[in-house]
């Protein structure tokens, strides 16, 4: 194979969430997210992912009746609120051209429903932009990221009410206001397809304060005010930004056949469409025919107002994100082996080596992902997570992580090609360039870093930042464009 041919503006970067780094919770007037009352669960098995998204009005009542960090991990994060000046310095020593991260939106408005934004908040974020701007380190910005007031979770038991629309849009149009001088590009919605596998991180929807036997009919109805909210923030950023754009979120679940049994390749079919359903609002404008038959099928009756549809067709996004981690398999055998992945549990694919936590690496898998949703959309893409969570090893101010480096090695040769093919891909940010909290297992242990932050699953640590060998690989990537990555060959 040829030298890699990025194009000359690549985004080279990486991916944080405020939620898994700032810490800070109770500072500068923030108030509470969801994300705070999610408690460590050390003794659940990586298989069992609903326990981890699991919560209760009594666990959330513990939570905010507790006024320490030690069981809820997302409140201290890797406190990036004090040490944002160095890492995104280190960040800059990488090189890098670009660092999505996101704004919590209980340090603007602390219970969703204030009039007008908390100027701490403003004064924080305004300063690492400044920061970033300094640094010629441009931000992707996602508005919600898993981090949706407390408030409106319990009060309107989150995006299952059509008012939080209104309550988003306000957050959003002074995130524009504010940043939007800093700002170009900004994703409304972090996988905004995670509302049906947990709905309490991503919109707030406690299952005991749903109407009973319709906790599936509200996850959907809670998404569909998450597009319609969407829409109408990128119709305002469109009006005051014209120059900056908005995109889309998804989370790519490759999927394949485990056989070529007709029953598997159905079986395979139908998720996949599935996955796409959640990217075609938001990308073409319009709920699929097939999407529409789902819901008729499974009795599933939305509250859509006949607005909706015209704000969903005149507002779509200017490019698509998605995040990578792995691919999966479907198989009508109801016994074949099961293994965890990004939130959902697949068919484990025999072709395929597994993580310290059993995600199954696939960097073809990403390639595939590429071309086909390149051919089905003819937008620009960005990788805006992608990364594999290990039990590093650190010794005397070192970390030898020659895994990582193989895994990110061989992922960024798959988007060469698939660039070599014919796809747009614009930019890739890494998930997460410094230890953070696990989005799912609120672990430290299960570290994604080209930094490794010295803290461990019960907030003991220094919080001192230390530079992984990925750290170089990483910067000699970026410095040569991608060219690095075939020196070798």
Known sequence: MSKAKFPANFLWGGAIAANQVEGAWNTGDKGLSVADVIS????????????????????IKEAMAETGTKNYPKRRGIDFYHHYEEDLNLFAEMGFKTLRLSIA???LFPTGEELEPNEKGIK????VFKKMQELGIEPIVTLSHYEMPLNLSLKYNGWVSRRVIADFVRFSNACFEYFGDYVKY??????????????????????ECCAPGKEIQENYQALHHQFVASALATKNLHEKYPKSQMGCMLTKLTTYPLTCNPQDVELALKKNLHNYFFSDVQVKGAYPELMKQYFKNNNIELQIEDSDYDILRENTVDFLTFSYYMSTTASNDENAERTPGNTVLGVKNPYLPSTDWGWQIDPEGLKISLLELYDRYQVPLMVVENGMGALDKFENGKVHDDYRIKYFKEHLKQMNAAIKEGVNLIGYTSWGPIDLVSAGT???TKRYGFIYVDADDEGNGTYARYKKDSFYWYQKVIATNGEALFEEE
Not at 41 to 55: L, M, Q
Not at 124 to 127: L, V
Not at 186 to 207: M, Y
Request: aromatic share 16%; proline share 6%; net charge positive.
């Open 40 to 59: 460590y669960k050390p003794n659940v098995s990586n298989k069992d992912y609903a326990k981890h998204a699991a919560i209760s009005l009594e666990a």
């Open 105 to 107: 939106w209980t340090r």
């Open 124 to 127: 924080f974020y305004t300063n």
């Open 186 to 207: 900004w994703l409304s919605f972090n996988e905004i397809d995670s509302v049906t596998r947990h709905p309490f991180t991503s919109a707030g929807i406690i299952p």
């Open 442 to 444: 609120s672990q430290m």
